[in-house]
């Protein structure tokens, strides 16, 4: 048993460890808190109005900003039409890259978001800087009435509207800002989507 004990002490001195270390190196590892990724953002999904920079290694002609059209496609050298609007970047750097393949051995292609232009909001009404607002992040509705400078005092905070259109299709949503203000009904104050008009009466 005597051998066995030295044998075992041996080995630890040979990888640097002594039974004190190793007691202090379990202390230590205990004490460590684990840590745990928080949640990521969604993508940016790419509306119609932004620019997008395409360049494609070591081909001087395929090196160029684009700009996504209304109907929410880009166009490209040898690719053709892409529809880009509601996809993230990377989605449609994957696209061009397989329709390059065609043509160019392994191209190695790069998409980056230039402008963004597309991601845009309107408040009008009784604001005291009506207008359009890029929003290059998440923008809700409070949010976006700050954008406009606030509401002047006569505006009818509680009879705000969101016009929204969808595939065609318009529809009003109810926000009362002084509920909101005094912390009830939260869910009102949603995040708006491109093209959204904020209408303060």
């Known amino acids: 048993?005597?051998?066995?004990s030295l044998s075992f002490a041996l080995l630890l001195v040979i990888f640097g460890m002594t039974p004190a270390a190793h007691g202090q190196e379990a202390k230590r590892q205990a004490?460590?808190?684990?840590?745990?990724?928080?949640?990521?953002?969604?993508?940016?999904l790419i509306q119609p109005g932004d620019i997008l920079n395409v360049s494609v290694w070591k081909e001087k002609d395929l090196?160029?900003?684009v700009l996504v059209r209304p109907d929410g496609k880009l166009s490209f050298p040898l690719t053709?039409?892409?529809q880009a609007a509601g996809r993230t970047v990377e989605d449609v750097r994957r696209e061009i890259s397989a329709k390059l393949g065609k043509y160019i051995p392994d191209p190695v292609?790069?998409?980056?978001m230039k402008q963004?232009?597309?991601?845009?909001?309107?408040?009008?009404?009784?604001?005291n800087k009506p207008g359009v607002f890029i929003a290059n992040s998440d923008v809700d509705v409070m949010q976006a009435l700050s954008m406009a400078g606030g509401m002047t005092p006569f505006a009818s905070e509680n009879s705000i509207k969101i016009?929204?259109?969808?595939?065609?299709?318009?529809?009003?949503?109810?926000?009362?800002?002084?509920?909101?203000?005094?912390g009830k009904d939260l869910g009102q104050n949603i995040i708006l989507q491109a093209g959204d008009v904020v209408v303060v009466p």
Do not use: C, H, W
């Open 163 to 182: 016009l929204r259109r969808t595939r065609g299709t318009e529809t009003a949503i109810g926000f009362k800002y002084g509920q909101v203000e005094s």
């Open 63 to 65: 090196q160029n900003d």
């Open 109 to 112: 292609v790069t998409v980056t």
């Open 116 to 127: 963004i232009q597309g991601n845009v909001i309107y408040v009008i009404g009784k604001v």
């Open 31 to 44: 004490a460590t808190p684990s840590v745990t990724a928080g949640p990521t953002e969604p993508a940016y």
């Open 80 to 82: 053709g039409d892409i």
């Open 1 to 4: 048993m005597k051998a066995l």
